[in-house]
């Protein structure tokens, strides 16, 4: 369970808000060191069993890690021409585990072009992010992404 840093507080006016939370950020916890071993097999590293120990304090201490819950606000009816929710951008750490429920997420795809990644229910996305493109010298990429307006308010 990650500690929270000085100051801050769960909401006290959802009482079920911590407990809720900590269980999706334990079973993201458990799936992320999963997908690493299994990123570590596919990459044909031979101690995977070494490499997860590196990982074992995840979450702890120092070896921070988040859990960011976003909703996207409902649109206006009236957009700027162009306007997007989240500018292009790579993710700074080692994975994204995505639960998306509406449409909007766009990747960068081997051809440089903006591709919808559209939400399929039940299911979690994965994005590459900077550090494992980094820790796998680049045989990962890490995910140029962004957020675009939905088709219709």
């Not at 995505?98 to 909007?104: R, S, T």
């Not at 039940?122 to 675009?148: E, F, G, M, Y």
Request: proline share 9%.
């Amino acid at each position: 369970m990650p500690p929270l840093t000085e100051g801050q507080t769960w909401p006290s006016e959802v009482p079920e808000f911590e407990p809720v939370m900590m269980d999706i950020y334990n079973s993201c916890h458990v799936l992320a060191l999963r997908l690493l071993e299994l990123i570590a097999k596919g990459l044909g590293i031979k101690d995977v069993d070494s490499l997860l120990g590196n990982f074992k304090n995840l979450g702890k201490g120092r070896n921070g890690t988040n859990l960011r819950s976003l909703r996207y606000p409902p649109v206006p009816e009236v957009i700027k021409e162009n306007q997007i929710r989240c500018g292009e951008h790579t993710d700074f750490g080692c994975l994204t585990l995505l639960f998306q429920d509406n449409p909007g997420l766009e990747v960068v795809n081997v051809e440089g072009e903006y591709v919808p990644a559209t939400p399929i229910p039940d299911t979690v996305l994965v994005n590459i992010a900077d550090t494992l493109q980094r820790w796998s010298a680049d045989k990962l990429k890490s995910t140029r992404h962004r957020v675009v307006m939905p088709d219709s308010p």
